[in-house]
């Protein structure tokens, strides 16, 4: 189904939010089953293709280079590492390989490797996505012309809480990369972190900005925090999972036709609280025993828990009619 764009307001996003979970869950899971097939989960794999060093002094990120870090920077790997993981990926079932450098931006002496990656995944018949930090225009072009088909960079939280979490950057930094890669013709994948000390309005507030974009992204990744040891947000109090619930039924509501997914923290969440999560809406998941460092749950988990829920891992075929309709 093909939705007009709306405009949200905070105060309409957070009366939606706010509604008695039953009414909230049941109107997600309406608006889920006039978009998507609710049995059918998007399935993603990530790959670092460089770790830690990062200048950027994100608070939740082990992969920032400040004092007390414990992950050590290693260089950009190998095409050829990178091609022989999608493969696996693809073979494993996936549909989507997503590869994450920790840089601020990537500096124009490693653009022949990217691109490298780009056209080499994209020639085994699985769709590509790099997260890379802050792009120039250039950068984006070379990018979409080896065939990126996505680009993630997340908001992760609102405008307000923002400089709590990260001050080598702006908010707005990331608004401008994001929509110079969405004029460029890359999809978008833009979500957020919930559980960093932020208040509910922080939350709204940030699927206000995901939502408003036009169009909203295409994925929207919702991470629980994975609290990691030498970040000042290595003891950061966990999130309620219901109000983690919440925010991915909101989510849903207002991004009608986008891919939501449970990212980050399912390897910290019950089969029950992710069962609540795939019923308020959420149709992706990262798979694989690690993300980018940090773990997520055994194949062995997801198959067991797909196997209780009777969903199915979309296949491509699935993603390339929706794309066609759409
Ligand atoms: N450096 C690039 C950037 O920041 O855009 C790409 C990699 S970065 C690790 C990608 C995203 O992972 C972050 O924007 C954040 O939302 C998420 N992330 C990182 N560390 C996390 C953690 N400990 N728990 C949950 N999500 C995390
Ligand atoms: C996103 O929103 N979550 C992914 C992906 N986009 C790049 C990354 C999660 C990282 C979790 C911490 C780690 O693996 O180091
Ligand atoms: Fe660097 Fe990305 Fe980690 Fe921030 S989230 S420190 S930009 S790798």
Redesign the pocket.
């Known amino acids: 189904m093909k939705y007009a764009h709306i405009f949200w307001t905070p105060e309409t996003a957070q009366a939606l939010h706010d509604l008695p979970l039953m009414d909230l869950l049941f109107r997600a899971q309406t608006v889920h089953r006039q978009n998507f097939d609710p049995n059918k989960i998007q399935t993603s794999k990530l790959l670092s293709i460089k770790t830690g060093g990062?200048a950027?002094d994100?608070a939740?990120?082990?992969?920032s280079a400040r004092k007390g870090a414990i992950l050590s920077a290693s260089k950009l790997i190998e095409v050829q590492r990178v091609i022989n993981e999608a493969r696996k990926a693809r073979d494993g079932g996936a549909t989507r390989f997503c590869m994450?450098?920790?840089?601020?931006k990537p500096k124009d002496r490693d653009m022949e490797t990217l691109v490298a990656m780009v056209q080499g995944v994209r020639d085994l018949g699985i769709e590509t996505c790099m997260?890379?930090?802050m792009l120039d225009d250039n950068q984006i072009v070379r990018l979409r012309d080896a065939g990126l088909d996505y680009y993630?960079?997340?908001v992760?939280t609102s405008e307000r809480y923002y400089p709590e979490v990260i001050t080598t950057r702006t908010f707005a930094d990331r608004l401008d990369t994001l929509d110079r890669v969405q004029k460029a013709g890359i999809k978008v994948c833009s979500?957020?972190?919930l559980g960093m000390g932020e208040a509910v309005q922080d939350r709204v507030d940030m699927l206000v900005t995901l939502a408003n974009m036009n169009p909203a992204p295409e994925s929207v990744?919702i991470?629980?925090?994975?609290?990691?040891e030498g970040?000042p947000?290595a003891d950061a109090k966990p999130i309620d999972p219901i109000e983690f619930v919440r925010v991915i039924a909101t989510a849903r509501i207002m991004m009608p036709g986008s891919y939501v997914r449970l990212?980050?923290?399912r390897s910290d969440m019950s089969d029950a609280v992710q069962a609540m999560c795939f019923l308020a809406g959420a149709n992706s998941i990262f798979v694989g025993e690690t993300l980018?460092t940090?773990e997520n749950p055994e194949e062995d988990a997801d198959a067991v828990l797909f196997g209780k829920l009777g969903l199915q891992a979309e296949g491509p075929e699935e993603q390339c009619s929706r794309n066609v309709a759409e």
Request: aromatic share 6%.
């Open positions: 990062c950027e994100c939740y990120c082990s992969q994450g450098a920790a840089w601020r997260t890379l930090g993630n960079h997340n992760d979500g957020g972190i990744p991470n629980m925090l994975m609290p990691q970040t947000m990212s980050a923290g980018l940090a």
